[in-house]
Structure formats: structure tokens, C-alpha cells
């Protein structure tokens, strides 16, 4: 049984076209990304998951049913625009929120605590919200979004302008609540957080689904052309012919390699070159990485094209408001 | 759900009552009324001014007439004021006449005293052209308008002509007294309204309160709409509660907030009568009257007339993004409360005019003006129990609007939504 299942769902705001033709499912004990540019209909998607917005047309379902908003105990929400009481202490807000997923205070107050001191931040529970750091703010929410104990938890944008360090906590986190066999869906911006992360993607761009699925389906689509060298010495090995393109960075490279049929031996002979002319510390070869495909699905539509889907779109939401 | 909307209302009460503008309110804005109604007293009391005019005349018997008798008006008014307020003797404005003749170069020095102002001003009588006939009077005054005094004057000419005609006819002077005796009505009421005057002012002042508490806390429910729109808190709340329990616990937290600032009100309003059950000043005396049904019809159209502005209110935070954009919309607030605070006067002087009894089945005028009718006036009873109905009605329709356009509202950040748009919320859902 998919946690959450969508079918086909569009979302038309009055002159654009926000979500178009989506279609995805996340399963319980799964790591979902959405990802996409800013604007891309991340939001709106997640909007329409909780019932906070209706599709115009397609079909939402979470555990399994149709939406209706009793399932939304079962559903931790962490929205993009970060809002919490400014004027509030940090506990009784906690508490509050808690109380208003349905758990009695005592416990509310109970499971705050614990979360404040597993996220290292027990030091702000007596203060007021305003006097909080962002980071802080943020981890509060993230907080709150999880005190009811939901399996399923929705993030948008959860690691934006936190600190490494924050981030990293967080993200142990959900992997921890992952393994719990819980749901968890969020959504980001930042490709290279996904890698590692997510089980599954979606990557949208204009409302539109570019690529989906699990990791290894996304990636397995690709062919392995991608070469990071770490080396010292002579670099005369980056002029092989079958090399495409080459980024340089201190002290390696990221080397595409030309399409060919015989890639896997083109590439062998790339690191006996290699060998030859310097000593390597590390050579890899790798599928491109989720911001290449991306680009890659993006870029190939030129700016004379992105234009014209602008106006197409203003065009259908027109007719869809009349 | 209900117990949603209750945690809702408990954590906006409580939020509010500990903020320092809760206290100072509380505190301060009694003071300024209280203040206001009796410093107005106090003052109206005390500014008695004595004049001085001058009354020229050939007829030099016609002057000194009008001399005796604004005396003789004098002592009238100091008797009763003298027994109206044993306790501090009144003073009342004293008129100094000269009586003096007519000559040519009078009024040019009369128009230098007046200029200098040692005169206040000078009545010039003019003797009748044909034998018979009655004088003319001019008054001159400093001030144009001094229509207080022009008055006076001319009841005071009145009875020395009628003394004059009366003494031509042969009839003796204790006659003529007897007979010129002033009138007196007396204010009877039928109904519980027996103290009129402090019964007035203790009306006012709840209308005042009411007045108050209902623009602020209804402003109060916009503003905090906005707060939690512009904090963005407003998502994590409604992935958990029903816009509708949102709305209704929030426009009951703010609510509770006013009733408790009506409720210390109100209590430091007994206290203070209790203390001292006539409070003296200058001379008037003022009760501060309030019975238990006028505190009850208080309460009513206070409840009901907070949920009528405050649900308008939620419908426009909802629809604003900011408060500059809500104090464009706020005068759907305004006017018609503006309205009813003009309605103060007529139905202060009459409460059960057709004007009254019509504007106070209005559902937007109701609160306000038909507690006034109820406290001052003889509505019937069918009045009374229309303008409920009435008043309830429409905060049902207006709840249901309102909670439509919260609803999709809320979630509209950025552009404020046209007139179309809105018509197209209410059909949404």
C-alpha cells in the first residue's frame, strides 16, 4: 500500500499553471525527494498532498483511501514559510501545537523535552520564539512537526538555511524515523543533499515531471561517463580523445566522457593514460550526478522554448478562468 | 473539533491578557472616559461668568425697570440652585446692568468701553414712534452670538412691559408677582427611568464601552488574522484544524479578552457606586445608576454585536495581506459604527422616535442603538425579541461567508483578491 499516491493531479492558479500531469507514490519505510528549481510546483504538490489545496483534476490518496482530512493525525507537516508564535515561550508552543494534533498536555510537554534534547536544543525551551536563531526556530519546527508521532512525514524545504551542522542533525534524523518504517517526503532545491538521502525521486520543473523513480532507475538510465580523477603530476592524459569535457578543481577533475558503444573500454584506457602520466590518489567512475541530469533535462529546452511554454501556459490558465 | 477551537480561544486568551497593552488598557481608557464625562460636568458647572452690560434709554424708568427685574430673575435662579445643592452652594452667572440716558456721543463711548472690555455689551432702546406702540431693542455684544444673553434679555423686556401694561390697568405689584411666577415642570417618568439625567449619563458611558471594546477587539480579530498570515503560521495550524474551528477559536479568544476588560470594567464601576452612591460635583448630582436588566441587555448586545463585527473583521484580515492593506478595508468596520455613535444624540433626546425604532432593527446598528432604546426608551417587546433574531440571523450569514472566504483567504499571500475573485471563494468548496 502506497503512503501517499498521486494521480494525475494539475493545479491551475489563475494565470499559471502550477502542478501539471503529476503523478508519484511514496511507501512506508521510504525516503522521498522532491526536487525541482525554485518555482517548479513543489509547494503546491505538497499543498495538495494535506488537503490544503484541492487538484482541479487527478487524484490525491493518502494510506491508501482517498484524501479526506481525517487522516491528517497520521500526517507531520513541515511547511516551507517557517511560522511559528514570535511573542510565544518556546515550550508552551511546543505544547500547544502538540495539544492541537490530539495528545493530552502532559504528554505533549513530555515528548517536547525529549525532542528538544535530541536536537541539542534544550537551552531555548524557556525562552520566547523572537529571541530564537533561525537555525533554532527552524529545529522547533521540525519539532513540532513530529511531535504526534506521524507516519508520514511531510517536509518542505527542510534543510534551507540551516548550518551544516543542523542540517546533518536533521538528516540523521529522518533517516532514523525512515528505519522506524515511517513515510518521509521532502522537498528541496539543493540536488546534492538527495544523493545520499532519498530511496526515491521526482524531479519536477514547471509543474511538469522531468524524471522519477528510485534512485538506481533514475541513475540506470545514465550511462557511467562520469570520471573523477584526484592526481598529482603531469595532467597531459586529459587530452585522450574520448574525453567530451573537463572540469578542473585543485588537485582533480571531473571528466565527461564522449557517448560511445564502448564506453566501459574507453574508459579503462582512460586510467592506463592516466597511470602513465601522474600518480592517482583516487580514480571513479560514476553516473552522472542528479544536478547533471537535471541540467541536462532542462537545459535542452532553449530560452525561445521556455518563453513559448510561458505563454502557452498563461494561455491555458486564461481559458481555465473564463 | 470543539475541543480545538477551545485550545485555540485558551492559548489567543491567554497570549493577550498578559501583554502590557491588555493592562494599560484596562487601566487607562475608564480613566480618560471617566475623566471625559465628569471633568465636562465639573467644568460646565464651574464656568460662570458675570456680566456687565449697559442699558441705554431715554425712558430712564423702562431702564432701571429692566434693572429690577433681571435682579429679581437673579435671585430666582440663586434660590434654586441654592436648593438643588444645599451641599455646595452654587454660584451662578451675575449680570451687572447700568442703567443710563441716551445721548450723542453715548454709544461712541460705549463702543470703546466694550472694545476695551469693561462692558460685555449695552442694549440701546429706542423709544416708540407712535404714542403706544412698543420701544425697539438693539443689543450690541463683544461676541455676535451672545444668544444666551440676547434671551435673557428678552424675557426680562417681556414681563417689564407686561408689568408696565399690568400697572396701566390698575393691578397692585404682590399681584402682578403672583401672577408672573415662572411655571414649573417637573420631569416625571412612567417606567424605571426615574433618575433621568445620571441614568443618561451611565448609558453613555456603557454605550461608550461598548462602542470601544467592539471597534478594538473586532480590529484585534483582523489584526492577529494578519499577525499569523504574515508569520506564516497559519500552515502549520491548518495541516491540524478546520479553517472554520480557526476562525471560531480565535474570534472567541479575542472575545473572552473583551469581556474580561467589560467585566473589570464594570466591577470597579460598582465598587466606585457602592463607595459612594452620589458622587457630588459642582453641585449636579450623578449617579452612576446601572440596574441588573440594563446590565443584562448589556451583555446581549454586546455578545452579539462582537460576534457581528469580529466575523466581518476575520473576513477581512483574511482577505488582506498587511495592516495597511486592512486600514483600506477597515471603514466596513467604521462606518456603520460611526453611524450609530451619530444616533447618539437623537436617542439620547428620544429613544423611541420612528428614526430610533427603525435604525435599531438594522442588524448593524442593533447592538448599540437598541441597547440604548432598551435602557432609555419603551421598546415593545416584539422590538426587542426582532432585533435578536434579526441581529442573531444575520451573524449566522455572516459566519458562513466569513468562514468561505477564511478559508481560501488564508492561504492567498502575495495579491489582494478583486470583488470576482471573492464571489468565486464562496462557491469554492
Known sequence: ?322 | MLSRVWLIARREYRERVRTRGFVITTILIPLLMGGFVFGSIFLGSKTVSDRHIAVVSIDTELALDLQTELEREQRQRDDAAASSAPAAAKKTARIFVDAMNSGPEVRGELNQELESGDLDGYLWITPAAVAGGRPTFAYTSKSGGDAAMRGTLASALDRVLIREQLAHRGVVATEMDAMLQPVKVAAVERGPHTDTESAKVSVSVLFFIMYLVIMLYGMNVARSIIEEKTSRIFEVLLAAVRPEAMMAGKIIGVGAVGLTQVGIWLTAGFVLAAASAAIHLGGDTIHITISGMQIVFFLIYFILGYLFYSSIAAALGAMTNSEQELQQLNMFLMIPLLLCFGMLGPLLTAPDSTLARVMALIPPFTPLLMYMRVSLGHPAVWEVAASIVLLSVSICGIIWVTSRIYRVGVLMYGKRPSVREILRWLKYS
Open chain 1, 1 to 322: 500500500m502506497a503512503i501517499v499516491q498521486l494521480d494525475h493531479i494539475r493545479k491551475v492558479y489563475d494565470t499559471k499553471v502550477a502542478v501539471e500531469d503529476l503523478s508519484l507514490s511514496v511507501d512506508a519505510g521510504m525516503m522521498f525527494g522532491l526536487l525541482g528549481p525554485n518555482g517548479s510546483g513543489k509547494t503546491s504538490s505538497i499543498r495538495m498532498m494535506i488537503g490544503m489545496t484541492l487538484p482541479d483534476s487527478g487524484l490525491v490518496s493518502l494510506f491508501g483511501k482517498p484524501f479526506t482530512r481525517g487522516v491528517l493525525w497520521r500526517v507531520g507537516y513541515l511547511p516551507e514559510e517557517r511560522g511559528l508564535y514570535k511573542k510565544m515561550n518556546v515550550l508552551e508552543q511546543l505544547v500547544f501545537l502538540g495539544q492541537l494534533r490530539g495528545i493530552s498536555e502532559a504528554e505533549a510537554r513530555r515528548r517536547s523535552r525529549n525532542w528538544c534534547e535530541k536536537l541539542q536544543i534544550t537551552e531555548a525551551m524557556p525562552k520566547k520564539t523572537e529571541d530564537l536563531s533561525k537555525g533554532m526556530q527552524q529545529k522547533i519546527q521540525f519539532i513540532a512537526s513530529l511531535l504526534h508521532n506521524p507516519d508520514l512525514i511531510i517536509m518542505d524545504e527542510p534543510f534551507s538555511g540551516l548550518d551544516p551542522v543542523s542540517a546533518a542533525l536533521l538528516m540523521d534524523t529522518l533517516v532514523e524515523l525512515r528505519s522506524q518504517g515511517k513515510a518521509v517526503l521532502f522537498s528541496t532545491h539543493r540536488m546534492d543533499q538527495v544523493e545520499k538521502l532519498c530511496d526515491a525521486i521526482a524531479l519536477i520543473h514547471r509543474g511538469q515531471l522531468v524524471v522519477s523513480g528510485t534512485m538506481q532507475e533514475v541513475k540506470s538510465a545514465y550511462p557511467r561517463n562520469r570520471v573523477q580523477i584526484s592526481f598529482e603530476g603531469d595532467d597531459g592524459f586529459l587530452r585522450h580523445p574520448a574525453i567530451a569535457s573537463v572540469k578542473r578543481y585543485p588537485g582533480q577533475v571531473e571528466i565527461t566522457m564522449r557517448p560511445s558503444q564502448t564506453l566501459t573500454e574507453d574508459t579503462q584506457l582512460l586510467l592506463a593514460e592516466a597511470m602513465r602520466c601522474a600518480r592517482l590518489t583516487r580514480f571513479e567512475v560514476s553516473e552522472p550526478t542528479l544536478e547533471d541530469i537535471f541540467i541536462e533535462k532542462v537545459g535542452q529546452s532553449s530560452p525561445e522554448d521556455l518563453a513559448e511554454l510561458a505563454m502557452r501556459q498563461n494561455a491555458v490558465g486564461g481559458e481555465a478562468d473564463a
